[in-house]
């Protein structure tokens, strides 16, 4: 099973930017789609953004549309979330996931519950 780790999370001021990296263990990785999560205290685990196999489809929460971008590098077995224009309410535990094909329907991608091989997640903080 593919192991992911993610890492660039942080402290940030409103409006500031990070840009946020998953790597996976296994080359097979480039074979499915890739999602982002994140999880404040207290609450449920919602979707962020996913993308597929290729990069060549993105999806994006309306939360962050226009603010954030997905990307991938698969020569890598990197996944990127790039944030932009952050804000108090982005602030999260980010995790990246493994869909279980190469693409899915919108309703299918916001599920955790289709999702595997979660990383352990990295903290991000907007706040001044």
């Known amino acids: 099973q593919v192991q992911l780790v993610e890492s660039g999370g942080g402290l940030v001021q409103p409006g500031g930017s990070l840009r946020l990296s998953c790597v996976a263990s296994?080359?097979?990785?480039?074979?499915?789609?890739v999602g982002w999560f994140r999880q404040a205290p207290g609450k449920e685990r919602d979707f962020v953004a996913a993308i597929s196999w290729s990069g060549g489809s993105t999806y994006y929460a309306d939360s962050v549309k226009g603010r954030f971008t997905i990307f991938r590098d698969n020569a890598k077995n990197t996944v990127y979330l790039q944030m932009n224009s952050l804000k108090p309410e982005d602030t999260a535990v980010y995790y990246c996931a493994v869909y279980r094909s190469a693409w899915g329907t919108n309703e299918d991608l916001r599920g955790p519950a289709n999702f595997g091989s979660w990383g352990q997640g990295t903290q991000v903080t907007v706040s001044s």
């Open positions: 296994r080359r097979t990785f480039s074979d499915y789609a």
